[in-house]
Every structure is written in C-alpha cells, then in structure tokens.
C-alpha cells in the first residue's frame, strides 16, 4: 500500500464520518496526504478531520443543491484533488424520497456521486499528474436488475434490491467514466469492500443490532479491513492498469452481472443520470 507517496496530494473521501470512510481518512493521513473528510454529521466529520489533520466538509446527499454546494467548497478549498474516493453509501429498508424527487438509495449511492464527480473533473483532469476517482460498490450487483425507465423503484420497492441496482449502477458509472476520460490523466476503479460492519445499515434497526452482537463482530470485517481495497488502488504504481476495472476486495473480477458489462446500458445510464442532476440543463 506503500507502493506511491501520497505527500502534497490531497485525497477527498465521502462518508468520511465513519466506517470505511474514516478508517481510510485516518490511513491517508498517515501516508502523508492532504485529506478532505466529507461527512453528513458535523460532530463526527470534524472529528475524523482533527484526527488526520484535515479539514470537514459536511454534505447530505438526499439533497443535489448540497452536493452542489459541496462541489464548489472543494474546488474553493484545493488546487489539486489527486484522488475522489466516493464512498458514502446507505441502505433504507422502506421507500423513502430524497429532496429532489428521487428515490433515496439510488441518489445517495449514485445521483449524487455522479453529480459530484461530474462538477469537478474539470479540476480533476487539469492535473499533469496521475488522478484517481475510485467508487466504493458492492457485491449486492450480482443480484441486481437495472431498468432505466425505473430508476426511482416506483412499480416495485424492496430495499436490498434498490441497494443492489444502485450498486449496479456505479460499476456502470465506472465503466463509462474510464470510456469518456480515457485520453486524460484520469483513472477510474470500484470495489466491494467485502462484509463490513459499518453505518451503512442505519436505517435498519435489526441490521444495526447483528453488526454490534458478538456474532456480528465475529463474522463481518473491520472497517479497516474494508478500507483495505481503496488503499491498494490509491496507491497503484500505475493506476491505468486498473481503469474502469471492478474489484472483489483486492481482487479484479470481471463483472457477474449481464448488464455490468453492457457498455450501451453504461452510456444510457449516463446520459439518463445527467438529465436527473441537471447537468443538461
């Protein structure tokens, strides 16, 4: 993991409050990285900042105008963004709808790292240097079924399914980023970062009760353990060698998805998720 100095470049982790977020804020920290904590809650956020020496930049991403407003504090804030690790992420066990009309799991996990990422490659890609955008998925893809004139889950509602399809969706997001970037000095991976015991399951007070019981702590990973893929790929001696690429912790995988590998339904999804955040307009 040691394999790239990470002094004078600066990293920007979502869902940096906790979990794999923090355990990989902390890390970054210690390999001499400038850091970006981005967190929904203040106390927790700033916290992690004061432990890694970097500075809290607070987000919910159940609202598009704060991630707006969170694109244009960073780019405010840092010259240079080296590494986007977009790793905020949730699962919601009943239907709910985000601010701006969508269904919340599929905007968390991907309307809104999709925005936010789209709103600073310019900044991302001016870089002469290599730059990383890795995207923090799921295993939960393989089972999943995306359908474009469906997206928000309103003819059928489960909600590891919905967590599912919009983990299917950043592999999908991955793929054409690496497509549309491929004559930049700008990479994009994804990985599942195996069975961790993290806040992602907040909504579900059953979930939160097996991660915090014996049995729970015996079976799931650490968030270290989880933050270990987003390490290896932040600090590949040559990242290209895993553009567009999927990993099963830290192992390649080529995608066991039919519609993971559909480089039409990759493109699709871009320009259906442009029009949903309004980059169009």
């Known amino acids: 993991m040691n394999a790239r100095d990470l002094r004078g470049r600066t990293v920007v982790i979502t869902g940096a409050s906790a979990g794999i977020g923090a355990a990989a804020a902390r890390r970054f920290g210690e390999l001499g990285a400038t850091v970006a904590v981005v967190g929904r809650s203040q106390e927790k956020t700033k916290a992690i900042a004061a432990q890694v020496g970097g500075q809290p930049h607070l987000v919910d991403f159940g609202s598009l105008d704060d991630v707006r407003k969170l694109a244009a504090d960073l780019l405010a804030t840092y010259e240079q963004i080296d590494v986007l690790a977009n790793n905020a992420g949730a699962i919601f066990t009943s239907r709910q709808t985000s601010t701006d009309g969508h269904e919340l799991t599929f905007q968390v996990n991907h309307l809104a790292p999709f925005l936010l990422t789209n709103l600073l490659l310019?900044?991302?890609?001016?870089?002469?240097?290599?730059?990383?955008?890795?995207?923090?998925?799921?295993?939960?893809?393989?089972?999943?079924?995306?359908?474009?004139?469906?997206?928000?889950?309103?003819?059928?509602?489960?909600?590891?399914?919905?967590?599912?399809?919009?983990?299917?969706a950043t592999i999908l997001f991955t793929r054409?980023?690496?497509?549309?970037?491929?004559?930049?000095?700008?990479?994009?991976?994804?990985?599942?970062?195996g069975a961790v015991a993290t806040d992602v399951t907040r909504d579900n007070a059953l979930q939160r009760a097996f991660m915090k019981s014996r049995l729970g702590r015996a079976?799931?990973?650490?968030?270290?353990?989880?933050?270990e893929p987003l390490l290896h790929l932040a600090t590949l001696p040559d990242p290209q060698t895993a553009n567009g690429a999927y990993f099963h912790r830290l192992t390649r995988e080529d995608p066991k998805n039919e519609q993971a590998r559909d480089p039409n339904l990759a493109r699709e999804l871009w320009e259906r998720s442009a029009q949903l955040t309004g980059l169009h307009n």
């Open 219 to 227: 079976v799931l990973s650490t968030p270290e353990q989880g933050a």
């Open 176 to 193: 054409e980023l690496a497509q549309r970037l491929k004559d930049t000095t700008v990479t994009t991976s994804a990985f599942h970062p």
């Open 122 to 168: 310019d900044r991302l890609a001016a870089s002469p240097e290599p730059v990383q955008v890795i995207n923090t998925g799921s295993a939960q893809y393989r089972k999943a079924r995306l359908d474009l004139d469906d997206l928000d889950g309103t003819r059928r509602y489960r909600g590891m399914q919905a967590y599912g399809t919009s983990k299917l």
